[in-house]
């Protein structure tokens, strides 16, 4: 389990757990699962195009991303956020499926990007991996105080002259940042278990903000390395056991509350 | 379109299942749109796909495989929801979370086992055109329950839609409603999932339903035209599909476009439209 080549996934991971246990806190905070669900999920047909276009994966995720960002974001202005949350989602998902059916050479892969595999990262794309995180909880970081206040009194955010659409644009973002770097490794499907799992139980631990994100990414790595450490053993996908500890987490945290 | 359209298996068996799961999907879609709990509507569908993963390993009939386990993930919902749709959306989230979680290991084993390679794209994004006939009758079962649950529903569930408080002083019974709405909601994302793959079972529950209430100034009327939009573009979205073996457009020369990218393209264009229609009213 840590052998050489395992040493590529760790890294990932440790980079996966941080983004998500940051991000992650805020998406519980703000009650924004079906977006945190919805945009890792949507940027899987990019994967799949750019394997249509041979063009690198990273790219077709990004460019998904960024589609799905805008589109949640223009939709929900006119109407309700789900509703435009849950086409934007089929959108994305049904040019994948149209997608998918031109290529026949995918099974295995449309398996691995869905839920996830432990050697789903090269070393060169570790690179990528850790500047998307960082950017990622750069702009979470960034947009505390203005994330928290829109979150808990959104009326008095907007008093205070805090511009709550343009922070809602860089929320969303900072989800796509995150899917971009954790789908390789955990999946599609499955990233947003490993959001919002570790930071529903975090909030559980402290009501500061401070201590409680700190928590929330704290299980995420416990979480993540548990995921990666059974999936090596047992040879299941690495999504299975983010999702099934995930709901474990969030069992602990109402326990705990 | 050729002669002897409907005389063909296949398509007859897709578009009256299809029928039967956009006219369920529509119905109990408005009332889920209504309470704020679409993605619950998603997320059920999105689990169902592991019991359709499951049916696979077992050998049992998909249609029981992905009701049963929608069916039961609307029950863990109901255990762990809150009453603030935030807390209910995580809730539903992490429920959603386990079943993907079980949906991989179902997946896993359907490809380790059987050799069921395929399985993926099959449970996840359906293949209408390979519905076996037997089904027709079990599906068009689930429909008639879930309508004549909705036709019970649909009055407290409008009310408690407009204000939880005030259904409960008129002696609505709230959580007891809002169980059985998900238990049918269940019965439809497991319906739909059965025709256009699960994680696109989203777009008949949410699409016509938000067209409808768009478009129309009553509920029964937003009932109706979400109705009559959902069948529409399922039928329509087999259609197309059916017509497209005949079209060169694919890439690399392959003929044939998935039922589902023409089903979702169609209810955007319908919710696109509704949209349209009602700013042009005023």
């Known amino acids: 389990m840590f052998a050489a080549f395992m ?45 249509l276009l041979g063009i690198a994966p990273s790219a077709g995720v990004a460019g998904f991303g960024l589609a799905g960002v805008v589109a949640i974001w223009v939709l929900g202005r006119r109407g309700r956020p789900e509703v435009a949350t849950a086409l934007t989602l089929v959108m994305l998902l049904a040019t994948g499926a149209l997608l998918l059916s031109w290529t026949d050479r995918y099974a295995a892969q449309v398996y691995a990007l869905l839920f996830g595999q432990v050697l ?27 994330l928290l206040l829109g979150a808990i009194a959104p009326d008095l955010a907007a008093a205070r002259g805090a511009r709550p659409a ?12 995150a899917a971009a770097v954790a789908v390789p490794v955990v999946g599609a499907l499955l990233t947003f278990a490993l959001m919002v799992g570790p930071a529903s139980c975090g909030r559980a631990v402290s009501a500061r903000p ?46 705990l509350l | 379109m050729s002669a002897g359209w409907f005389a063909l298996g296949p398509v007859g068996v897709a578009l009256a299942v299809s029928f039967a799961a956009a006219l369920v999907s529509a119905v109990v879609g408005v009332f889920t749109v209504l309470r704020g709990q679409a993605f619950a509507g998603h997320a059920l569908g999105d689990i169902s796909g592991a019991g359709g993963a499951a049916a696979l390993l077992f050998g049992i009939r998909p249609l029981a495989g992905f009701v049963a386990m929608a069916l039961g993930g609307a029950a863990a919902m109901a255990l762990a929801g809150g009453r603030r749709i935030a807390e209910r959306d995580l809730a539903s989230g992490v429920v959603l979370g386990a079943g993907l979680g079980l949906a991989a290991l179902f997946l896993y084993l359907d490809a380790t086992m059987s050799g069921a390679g395929g ?33 019970a529903l649909a009055r407290p569930l409008a009310l408690i839609a407009i204000d939880p408080d005030l259904a409960a002083s008129r002696g609505v019974r709230v959580r007891l409603v809002g169980f059985a709405h998900l238990a049918v909601l269940a019965l439809a994302v497991g319906l739909a999932a059965m025709s256009v793959g699960a994680v696109l079972a989203t777009a008949l529950l949410i699409g016509p339903a938000a067209a409808g209430l ?47 990218f023409f089903v979702v393209a169609l209810v955007v264009a319908a919710h696109a439209g509704a949209g349209l229609a009602a700013r042009m009213r005023g």
Do not use: K
């Not at chain 1, 940051?22 to 945009?39: D, E, I, K, M, Y």
């Not at chain 1, 500047?131 to 702009?139: I, P, Q």
């Not at chain 1, 201590?211 to 090596?232: N, P, Q």
């Open chain 1, 166 to 177: 343009a922070w809602e644009f860089g929320f969303l973002a900072a989800i796509a940042l």
């Open chain 1, 7 to 51: 040493l590529d996934t760790w890294v990932a991971g440790l980079i996966v757990a941080i983004t998500a246990g940051v991000v992650g806190w805020f998406v519980v905070l703000r009650g924004a699962s079906f977006a945190a669900h919805a945009l890792p999920l949507g940027t899987f047909p990019g994967a799949a195009a750019a394997v």
């Open chain 1, 210 to 255: 401070e201590l409680a994100l700190a928590a929330s990414v704290a299980i995420a790595l416990a979480l993540m390395a548990g995921s990666i450490a059974l999936s090596y053993i047992t040879s299941w996908p690495v999504g299975c056991f983010a999702g099934l500890g995930g709901a474990g987490c969030y069992a602990l945290g109402r326990a």
């Open chain 1, 120 to 146: 789903g990262v090269s070393r060169a794309s570790l690179g990528g991996m850790a500047l998307a995180g960082a950017g990622a909880v750069a702009l979470v970081l960034a947009g505390f105080r203005p």
């Open chain 2, 119 to 151: 399985a993926a794209s099959t449970v996840m994004f359906g293949s209408m055109f390979a519905i076996p006939p037997g089904m027709v009758l079990p599906a068009a079962l689930c429909a008639v329950a879930a309508l004549a649950a909705m036709a």
């Open chain 2, 214 to 260: 768009r478009a129309a100034r009553t509920l029964p009327g937003a009932v109706a035209l979400a109705a009559a939009i959902g069948v529409g573009a399922s039928w329509g979205g087999i259609g197309l599909a059916y017509e497209s073996y005949g079209w060169s457009l694919g890439w690399g020369g392959r003929h044939g476009w998935p039922v589902s």
